[in-house]
């Protein structure tokens, strides 16, 4: 039977009963195969699997879709026992952020581009979320996906500057048929944008053939995604990033180092947000895990 934990007492009870190798998949539910995907992987590598639904509020900003944010208690708790999932943790905002609450991570750099850029604060809420939900369920594993992709780097940042004793893994990215990667917010897709939503990976994919057969110039990246998404009129482009996978800086020339092509398009009031590591041979757990925000001590 999955057990459900709604305050700080019941997590921290239920975790202490379990032994051996404890894997966490933190989400904010309304779960689908992506993030079932996560689970496994956890459930394959771990002798127990912790599973927290939190739809964090100090990760979204005042205009942005929190009170909108697809819920789906009952549906995400069905699929989790369905996946052997041994404990749901799934507190309420007051259990998490009680009054008076009043303490906050900040990594620095590698928030500053990027999803930063263009969502002030959301990092910092995701950061404070994400250790207090360490601090909670205490993992040997948590498990990201590639997805958000610099998500990834700025939680392996605050593992290692902080020194939480885990690992990281990273699972790629899981798409519909048509490519479009999941994600909850598809949801809010009209079917007019559903339709045109593959172009994010349509186009990551040429760049990852222009990138192994013609040039690895960021610019020539850039242009091939430009116009390649200019075909699509129903999708605003809010940004394209050619960056370093570890500092996440902007690339103006080209790297022999692995880089990491990330988009985010608008279509109506749905951002869909998409990635390619390349070479393209990096986009396995393997890759990922190994290059994606790798701390290197110097
Ligand atoms: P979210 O519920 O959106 O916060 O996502 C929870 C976790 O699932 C995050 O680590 C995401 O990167 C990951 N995730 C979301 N969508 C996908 C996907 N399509 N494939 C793989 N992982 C995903």
Redesign the pocket.
């Known amino acids: 039977m999955i057990r459900i934990a709604d305050s700080v007492k019941a997590i921290r009870d239920a975790r202490r009963e379990l032994s051996g190798r404890v894997g966490v ?5 309304a779960l ?1 195969k ?2 079932l ?2 689970v496994r992987q956890a459930r394959v590598d771990n002798d127990h699997v912790i599973t927290t639904i939190f739809v964090n509020p100090t990760q979204f900003g005042p205009n942005e879709d929190l009170d909108a944010y697809p819920r789906d208690l009952d549906g995400d708790i069905a699929r989790l026992e369905t996946e052997g999932v041994d404990i749901v943790f799934m507190p309420n905002s007051a259990v998490m952020y009680p009054s008076g609450y009043q303490t906050y991570i900040s990594v620095e750099q590698v928030t500053q581009g990027l999803e930063g850029e263009h969502r002030p604060g959301h990092f910092r809420g995701v950061t404070t979320v994400v250790a207090k939900l360490f601090n909670l369920t205490q993992p040997d594993t948590a ?6 992709a610099q ?1 990834v780097v700025v939680i392996r940042r605050m593992v290692a500057d902080l020194n939480f004793p885990l690992q990281i893994s990273v ?5 519909e048929p048509d490519g479009l ?4 917010r598809n949801a809010y897709l009209s079917p007019e944008e559903r339709k045109a939503a593959p172009a994010l990976n349509r186009a990551l994919s040429i760049a990852g053939s222009v990138y192994m057969h013609q040039t690895k110039h960021p610019r020539d990246l850039r242009q091939v995604i430009e116009r390649q998404l200019s075909m699509e009129s129903l999708g605003q482009v809010e940004y394209i990033s050619i960056a370093d996978t570890s500092t996440l800086e902007e690339l103006e020339t080209p790297s022999s180092k692995p880089i990491l092509v990330s988009l985010v398009v608008r279509f109506g009031k749905t951002r869909l947000l998409d990635n390619r590591l390349l070479p393209l041979n990096l986009n396995n757990r393997a890759g990922l895990t190994k290059t994606l925000g790798s701390v290197e001590r110097k």
């Open positions: 998949v933190p989400t904010m539910g689908h992506g993030h995907e996560l498990y990201f996906g590639q997805k958000d998500q699972v790629p990215t899981a798409r990667a999941m994600s909850s």
